[in-house]
């Protein structure tokens, strides 16, 4: 019952609102049947779909995407152009101060980790409406409020400071990385790195361990020939 924190969150009312795929997109992430949901916005939906990524909901997700463009061949194409030519919808590690989020990659090994990097790194309307499955890193009920609280006092700080002829997106933008994404970064980092990682991401890291001694053994190596000679 911890997630009912997202509804009093304002990602969940702002994407009622200005009529977003965010709320159907968590079910995505969180049911596999619903993983073809992923293609009606494809990037939170792929985002969404790293959080437990099953073949069922790829599968279901590439058999719908076959489906729409045997309707509208163009979709493809035309939503291209669109990613291309609005620049008011950045991914969040491309903004000021989003950067920082990647040190979830830091805790690898857990689901909410890999979901929290992936939604940093995908175009989004950074209006507190695209952001919803964020919330899912919350593991108790405590946390979920604490995310839905955090939002809630960004979204309030935000309209506080908002004056006539601002631009709401690009004036939202700051509040949604600080009151969103920092939560959630913070949540992530507190937990252990463990868990079940994708087998691509274990022999990454395999091969990353593999190589750090030898440059430690080599570095070493010409430590000790400075001291000799």
Known sequence: FGLLWLFASPSFVMALKVGQWSPLLCAAALLPALGWLAVVKPTIGA???TYRPTWRAVLGAVAFAAVS???????????LANLRSVVAHPAPVLTPLGAPVLLALLRWRRPEARLLVAMAC????????????VALVARTRSQAATLAMCAVI???GWWA???TGDLYVQSAAPWVIVGVYFPAL??????????????WAERAAHAVRE??????????ARDDTTVRL
Do not use: Y
């Open 69 to 79: 463009v045997a309707f509208l061949p163009s979709w493809p194409r035309d939503w």
């Open 161 to 163: 400071r908002l004056r």
């Open 211 to 220: 190589r750090l001694p030898v440059r430690r053994r080599a570095a070493g």
């Open 186 to 199: 913070v949540m992530v980092l507190l937990r252990p790195n463990d868990g079940v990682a994708p087998a």
């Open 122 to 133: 995908v175009p989004q309307l950074l209006f507190f409406s695209d952001q919803l499955p």
């Open 47 to 49: 985002a969404a779909l």
């Open 154 to 156: 960004a979204w309030l």
